[in-house]
């Protein structure tokens, strides 16, 4: 059974820190490129940032460009958001999801191209 389960989510106050993890499950996450999106309440889902499956290649919005950080450990079947300078306005159940290495790379933003989602983790940014 594939599965994602993200965290390290929770309460942060603005320009601060979180790290969230992404461990994948019942598939070999090295045969995946990663994405991170968010979905503030009343919102659609956005795109945050994407790793290729060697995490050679990766991608940011262009709002979180300079503080966000994603990255991946394929042995240990985990990828990783770091989140820095954190705004009020990111408060959003954050989300992993996988897509199969037949997939576009530039297709990276796109949520329907994405084959496998996680439950998601609460940040809630507050001061």
């Known amino acids: 059974q594939v599965q994602l389960v993200e965290s390290g989510g929770g309460l942060v106050q603005p320009g601060g820190s979180l790290r969230l993890s992404c461990v994948a499950s019942?598939?070999?996450?090295?045969?995946?490129?990663i994405g991170w999106f968010r979905q503030a309440p009343g919102k659609e889902r956005e795109f945050a940032a994407a790793v290729s499956w060697s995490g050679a290649l990766t991608a940011y919005a262009d709002f979180v460009k300079g503080r966000f950080t994603i990255s991946r450990d394929n042995a240990k079947n985990t990828v990783w958001l770091q989140m820095n300078s954190l705004k009020l306005e990111e408060t959003a159940v954050y989300y992993c999801?996988?897509?199969?290495?037949?997939?576009?790379?530039?297709?990276?933003?796109?949520?329907?191209?994405?084959?496998?989602w996680g439950q998601g983790t609460q940040v809630t940014v507050s001061s």
């Open positions: 019942g598939f070999t996450l090295g045969y995946a490129s």
């Open positions: 999801a996988a897509r199969g290495l037949q997939r576009n790379w530039g297709d990276f933003a796109k949520p329907e191209t994405y084959d496998y």
